[in-house]
């Protein structure tokens, strides 16, 4: 994988997150760990941490890594949400635990949730970034269900999803709508106008380092 490679993955993957519209997005890219892909993100570092973007490992599988692209702030933000606290606890998470022990928590999971337990379900619209058109993360794995709040989505939505199966949403998009369709479906216009934007931008020569450093 070569730097345009990269840059191209992270906009069709993460571009609403890097823009400051999504607190987090998921992206498989080649490599058997953070580590090995350490050299590319060394290059947005200075650019990362002026926009409060973080990166974590989640996940080593086959021949590609799963990182999550988040914003701590807002993240942290989202968790403390009263129908959030209630799914993580029912999932096992620690009350009242900080943003970094809930990460490790759902790192935990993500090591298990391929063995199809209770709180597992295979990625499509509603397990994980689906990206522009249901592009999922680049990888078809099992996710833990409550990957959705790590990811932004609307607790009603990650709860209407685990009640029903994945059955009897009203829309569906970067994920399945339960609740409150005409604002979420509004976002989903927003986000993939914001991939567009910043993957046509990067095949036109722009910098995806000088976007992100434009960005709220």
């Given amino acids: 994988m070569d730097r345009k490679q990269f840059e191209q993955l992270l906009a069709l993957h993460c571009a609403p997150t890097l823009?400051?519209?999504?607190?987090?997005?998921?992206v498989a890219l080649?490599?058997?760990?953070?580590?090995e892909l350490q050299g590319f993100f060394d290059l947005y570092e200075?650019?990362?941490?002026?926009?409060?973007?973080?990166?974590?490992?989640?996940?080593r599988q086959r021949a590609h890594v799963l990182l999550l692209i988040y914003r701590p702030v807002v993240l942290q933000r989202l968790l403390r949400r009263s129908k959030a606290q209630v799914l993580l606890a029912e999932c096992g998470y620690p009350s009242g635990g900080s943003l970094d022990e809930l990460l490790q928590h759902l790192k935990e999971r993500m090591q298990t949730s391929g063995a199809g337990g209770r709180c597992t379900?295979?990625?499509?619209?509603?397990?994980?970034?689906?990206?522009?058109?249901?592009?999922?993360?680049g990888a078809g794995e099992r996710f833990p269900h409550e990957i959705g709040l790590f990811l932004g989505y609307p607790?009603?939505?990650?709860?209407?999803?685990?009640?029903?199966?994945?059955?009897?949403?009203?829309?569906?998009?970067?994920?399945k709508v339960?609740?409150?369709?005409?604002?979420?479906?509004?976002?989903?216009?927003?986000?993939?106008?914001?991939?567009?934007?910043i993957y046509d931008s990067l095949q036109e020569g722009a910098s995806l380092q000088s976007m992100i450093c434009s960005a709220a």
């Fill in 19 to 26: 823009a400051g519209l999504k607190a987090a997005s998921m």
């Fill in 30 to 35: 080649p490599g058997r760990s953070l580590a």
């Fill in 46 to 59: 200075k650019c990362f941490e002026c926009k409060g973007l973080k990166v974590l490992e989640l996940r």
């Fill in 121 to 137: 379900i295979t990625e499509d619209c509603a397990g994980a970034d689906a990206g522009s058109g249901g592009r999922g993360t």
């Fill in 155 to 175: 607790p009603h939505d990650v709860e209407g999803f685990i009640r029903y199966g994945g059955q009897n949403f009203r829309q569906c998009g970067f994920w």
């Fill in 178 to 197: 339960y609740d409150n369709e005409k604002a979420v479906m509004h976002l989903f216009h927003c986000y993939a106008a914001c991939i567009r934007k």
